[in-house]
């Protein structure tokens, strides 16, 4: 496996307001993906972080509402923007490393609350 | 379209005993990948374990056991002498490797609790 950090751990926001949220990886990644696990239910797919250009977002969710960046192989950002209450979730970082065979590495995770 | 299914939203076991979590999945895909995934209190996602569609044997991993059956589309997991520790939540994941790459696909998870 690999060692996958996430800043901030968690937050508290005011509407209307944008959090970015960092992915570390400390070895070569092939893939990188950012999701969110809304209170209580299971997680959604946001988007694939590709690197060096633009993120494949999944239905429903939009780059100017999530913007992502991935400069290199082994950080990441995900942006909520514009945020309100309905956004509070855990967003979380997934890799999948080289060799891995399709499993997914998760981040600790983010908790945002948004009031 | 790949679907997962954990008809079990809430277990409660009292310690030592068995129990079984139940997946059932949909996917048109004659290659694909199941996981599992273990999300303590803490809110880390835990991997578990990954079983190809090619790869049938049921495999056994201290107190965890996981039973594939292509037959019923069914990848179940058990803990054998549940403790206090086995307490989470469980999700069960489908990736499909000739329509959706390496996206997952995640049931609505089940809440294992583990009573003294």
């Known amino acids: 496996s690999a060692v996958i950090s996430q800043k901030p751990s968690r937050d508290i926001c005011q509407r209307g307001t944008s959090l970015t949220i960092q992915c570390q990886v400390d070895?070569?990644?092939?893939?990188m993906f950012w999701y969110r696990q809304q209170p209580g239910q299971s997680l959604t797919l946001i988007a694939t972080?590709?690197?060096?250009?633009?993120?494949?977002?999944e239905s429903g969710f939009v780059i100017d509402k999530f913007p992502i960046s991935r400069p290199n192989l082994t950080f990441s950002t995900l942006t909520v923007s514009n945020m309100s209450p309905e956004d509070s979730s855990i967003y979380l970082c997934?890799?999948?490393?080289?060799?891995?065979?399709?499993?997914?590495?998760f981040g600790p995770g983010t908790r945002l609350l948004v009031l | 379209a790949q679907k997962v299914t954990q008809a079990q939203t809430e277990i409660s076991v009292v310690e030592k005993e068995d129990v079984t979590l139940d997946c059932v999945y949909e996917?048109?895909?004659?290659?694909?990948?199941l996981f599992w995934y273990k999300q303590p209190p803490s809110g880390e996602l835990v991997f578990l374990i990954r079983?190809?569609?090619?790869?049938?044997q049921n495999e056994i991993s201290g107190r965890y056991s996981w039973n594939f059956q292509k037959s019923t589309s069914s990848f179940n997991f058990t803990i054998t002498a549940s403790q206090v520790v086995d307490s989470a939540v469980y999700f069960c994941a489908l990736s499909e490797e000739e329509t959706s790459g390496s996206r997952l696909t995640f049931g609505e998870g089940t809440q294992l609790t583990v009573n003294p």
């Open positions: 996917t048109r895909d004659t290659t694909y990948y």
């Open positions: 972080a590709n690197q060096g250009s633009e993120a494949t977002y």
């Open positions: 079983r190809n569609s090619f790869d049938e």
């Open positions: 070895s070569q990644v092939t893939m």
């Open positions: 997934s890799v999948e490393l080289a060799g891995s065979q399709e499993t997914q590495y």
